[in-house]
């Protein structure tokens, strides 16, 4: 009786968690992929199934889809991974060493799949979302539910929802949110909210404006033409300072006027003419 009762639990517990006894499965591929077996790049055909921990890679513009059950994991253009799964946690971790990697999760109650760069990793419970990495950092876009991105030089996170993105540049080590506002809340290690980093502006600041801060996102201007401080009010445009520095003097106008004082003119040219006459004057009494 003891004997049956074990036999029918593990077919029980077989059956339970069939997914975890199967490998991941090229189920499309476009171009070339390899799979590393025992140090040896070898081509990975349609139907082929990935072991456990084992690299991957797509070669030139092809691209790969492997799949596992409701989840897929797709590799873009020149992208390797490698695949690591703990059947005790039902945890997959994918490390993505370069390229891009796009998730499909089922959904489930726990976090169940990570992507792993250098810079970055994203876990989530079930959504749909695009990593990118290279050397110079890694991004992650989220095109549906919700993702957790933690910064790896600062242990810094945020849970991006859809239509927002997060990336991790390799200088900084920052993690840089973009997208619709307000912007999801960054938290430190320890779980308190601190300022996003907000990514450079995709223009060049301009010459006389202070460039953005990581701390404010950007400095916010006084309109053209409104009466401040510093600003010129000319409608016609702001004015540009100019200084000239002179031996014992400085002189310091604005271009731009286009205002020319007559009456000032008027008077340097009579002081001038009456010093000339003077001058002729003394020049014929004294001869």
Do not use: C
């Amino acid at each position: 009786m003891l004997l049956r009762l074990l036999v029918i639990l593990a077919t029980l517990l077989g059956f339970a968690a069939p997914a975890w006894a199967e490998d991941w499965i090229a189920t499309k591929l476009r171009g070339i992929a390899e799979v590393q077996i025992e140090g040896v790049w070898t081509p990975l055909a349609r139907g082929d199934a990935v072991a456990d921990q084992q690299l991957v890679r797509t070669l030139g513009d092809s691209r790969l889809e492997l799949s596992r059950g409701a989840d897929v994991i797709a590799l873009g253009p020149h992208t390797q991974v490698r695949i690591e799964d703990d059947a005790a946690t039902r945890y997959t971790l994918v490390r993505q060493d370069f390229g891009t990697v796009e998730v499909e999760a089922e959904v489930r109650d726990t976090k169940h799949l990570e992507v792993r760069t250098k810079f970055l990793a994203a876990v989530v419970k079930g959504t749909h979302f695009i990593v990118t990495a290279d050397d110079t950092g890694a991004a992650v876009e989220v095109t549906h539910g919700l993702v957790a991105v933690q910064s790896l030089s600062n242990n810094y996170s945020a849970d991006i929802p859809a239509g927002n993105s997060a990336r991790v540049a390799a200088l900084s080590g920052q993690l840089e949110l973009a997208g619709a506002t307000p912007l999801p809340v960054v938290r430190d290690p320890v779980g308190n909210p601190v300022l996003p980093t907000l990514p450079a502006a995709a223009s060049a600041p301009s010459a006389t404006a202070p460039a953005p801060t990581a701390a404010t996102g950007g400095v916010t201007l006084p309109a053209a033409g409104s009466n401040q401080p510093g600003q010129a009010t000319k409608t016609a445009g702001l004015g540009l300072a100019v200084s000239m520095q002179l031996p014992n003097a400085e002189v310091e106008t604005t271009a731009g006027s286009g205002e020319i004082d007559l009456a000032t003119t008027a008077l340097g040219v009579a002081i001038g003419i009456a010093i000339g006459a003077l001058a002729l004057l003394m020049r014929r009494v004294f001869s």
